[in-house]
């Protein structure tokens, strides 16, 4: 009972609070005009420009929806290979030593590569079609998922390993049974903070070479003085990103049990 | 009679950070007896979790051997099941997959295992909380339900790290009782840990005493006392004062 209404307290708050930050938007782009003309468009502004980039195919050639799928197709490919690749790659590195010592020093050599620094080699190799695209996020994904999955199953608990071996566990069945579970919130946040980078690459990748997608879409706009265009794309990046999040934290509920 | 469990000349020296020796464990030997209750009771930090550890077969001991039917101990297995001093539970398993788990791991079909675990979380007094999350359980039931899970393996003998360190005294009496009703009803061997002299002599056949650091065996005293124990019995209280006695810290 005491937790629904402080629940709803926060709700109210985060309203009041997106309330707040619109209104002194509109105050300082519609009223008193702080910025010239058109650099800084109000809210309302945003919202026609929204509606009518759903049907419109200026200035870039796609309509919004196009460039959201383009974009998305790109960041949910990248992403899963990443992470199919990264979750075993983490968990074999952290809990077989031979492949720990085989893996980890060429891994923390790569690491420090930021992951922007791959996009000119691998538009060199693939090109700037969807294969190139999804490699740049795959690189960011990979890594990050790779390093959270590792000290997750790093951290496990060494009593809670004896518990297992004083039944008669085998190596491999408290990898399964006592590592990964005990593992899994970090490897939640390690999958949250590796969407985050997926995001973070295919705009970069747009940014400096493709045809569609909202990085490109942002790009155009910027080059035509369409501010409003621009924030347009900004919006709806931080707007599927926080849907993808809730996504993935309605998974983690669903398989994260008994912790807070 | 024939003794169980054989401690044998038991040295741990653990080498410090520093790379300096610190000697814990120093020769020493005590002998378990079948369905024996086993007291082990030593001022805090005297390497009594350290001893338990070798016993299980968790740690190494630096010298000496332990025999579980007169078998060596080489490794840690179901024969010696341990209730850990912070219990650990998988907080991401409900009560009674806890309690499942170990015998799931060796092999147990699923009706075995399940009905077996409900057995013995109904021994334990946890009927109704199968399906809680260690996280909504209190101190007390916790203990109720690693002991559940060391329990159904059905051990040589069940080592025990201070089990009611962490719980109020109100809970640790009750617990204490808990503890010799499920011995009763289901006998084993238990070797118990604890630093606290009133719950050893509450629950002891014997009592192990073990010196301060670098620990050794003391003197082994018989309790004959009957059960129900009475806490302010009079000879209770002289054992209480003669045992306490032994330990008192020369510092
Ligand atoms: N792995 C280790 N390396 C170095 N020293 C250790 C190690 N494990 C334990 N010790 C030291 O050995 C001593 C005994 O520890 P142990 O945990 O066995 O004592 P204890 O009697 O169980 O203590 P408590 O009453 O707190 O449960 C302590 O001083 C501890 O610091
Ligand atoms: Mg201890």
Redesign the interface.
């Given at each position: 009972m005491k937790n629904r209404l402080s629940d709803n307290k926060y709700k109210m708050i985060a309203f009041i609070n997106i309330v707040v930050v619109i209104t002194v938007w509109y105050l300082l782009s519609e009223v008193f005009q702080v910025f010239r003309n058109g650099m800084l468009p109000g809210p309302n502004v945003i919202l026609e420009t929204f509606i009518s980039k759903l049907n419109s195919k200026s200035p870039d050639g796609n309509t919004l929806l196009v460039h959201i799928v383009s974009s998305l197709t790109v960041v949910i490919t990248g992403y899963i290979i990443g992470v199919v690749i990264g979750l075993p790659t983490g968990i074999f590195m952290a809990w077989y030593r031979p492949i720990d010592y085989l893996v980890r020093p060429v891994f923390d050599f790569l690491r420090c590569i930021p992951g922007l620094a791959w996009i000119p080699v691998i538009t060199v190799w693939l090109g700037i079609d969807l294969k190139a695209k999804a490699a740049i996020i795959f690189v960011n994904v990979f890594v990050g998922t790779v390093v959270n999955v590792y000290s997750g199953i790093k951290q496990t608990d060494q009593v809670k390993i004896w518990v297992a071996q004083i039944f008669g566990a085998s190596h491999f069945e408290i990898l399964k049974r006592v590592a990964l579970p005990s593992a899994l919130p970090y490897i939640f946040t390690g999958l949250k903070v590796s969407l985050g980078m997926a995001w973070l690459g295919i705009i970069a990748a747009e940014l400096l070479a493709a045809q569609s997608g909202l990085g490109y879409m942002i790009q155009v706009a910027r080059n035509f003085g369409r501010a409003d265009l621009v924030i347009v794309g900004m919006l709806t990046i931080g707007l599927i990103g926080a849907f993808l999040t809730y996504l993935l934290e309605k998974v983690e509920h669903i398989f994260v049990k008994g912790r807070n | 009679m024939s003794s169980i469990l054989k401690i044998n000349n038991i040295n741990k020296i653990f080498i410090n950070n520093n790379g300096s020796d610190k000697a814990v464990l120093q020769n020493v030997n005590f002998e378990v007896e079948e369905n024996e209750f086993i007291v082990v009771f030593g001022p805090g930090q005297c390497g009594k979790t350290t001893l338990l550890n070798i016993i299980?077969g968790?740690e190494k001991q630096s010298s000496g051997q332990v025999f579980i039917k007169d078998k060596l101990v080489e490794?840690?297995?179901?024969d010696?099941?341990?209730v850990?001093q912070?219990i650990?539970l998988?907080?991401?398993?409900?009560a009674l997959k806890n309690v499942e788990?170990?015998?799931k791991?060796?092999g147990f079909s699923k009706e075995e295992y399940h009905s077996e675990a409900m057995k013995y979380l109904e021994l334990v007094g946890l009927k109704g909380f199968e399906n809680s999350?260690?996280?909504k359980l209190s101190g007390g039931m916790k203990q109720r339900v690693g002991i559940a899970r060391a329990y159904c393996?059905k051990p040589d003998v069940m080592l025990m790290d201070e089990p009611f360190g962490a719980l109020d005294a109100q809970t640790r009496y009750l617990m204490q009782d808990e503890v010799l009703r499920i011995c009763n009803t289901e006998k084993r061997t238990i070797v118990f840990i604890t630093n606290n002299i009133e719950e050893a002599l509450y629950l002891a056949d014997r009592i192990v005493v073990m010196s301060d650091c670098p620990s050794t065996v003391k003197e082994v005293v018989k309790i004959d006392l009957t059960h129900p124990r009475d806490r302010t019995d009079s000879e209770f209280l002289r054992l209480r004062k003669e045992i306490s006695a032994m330990v008192n810290r020369k510092r």
């Open positions: - | 299980a968790l490794k840690a297995g179901p010696r099941a341990v850990f912070n650990q998988f907080p991401w398993l409900t788990y170990s015998m791991i060796r999350y260690p996280i393996t």
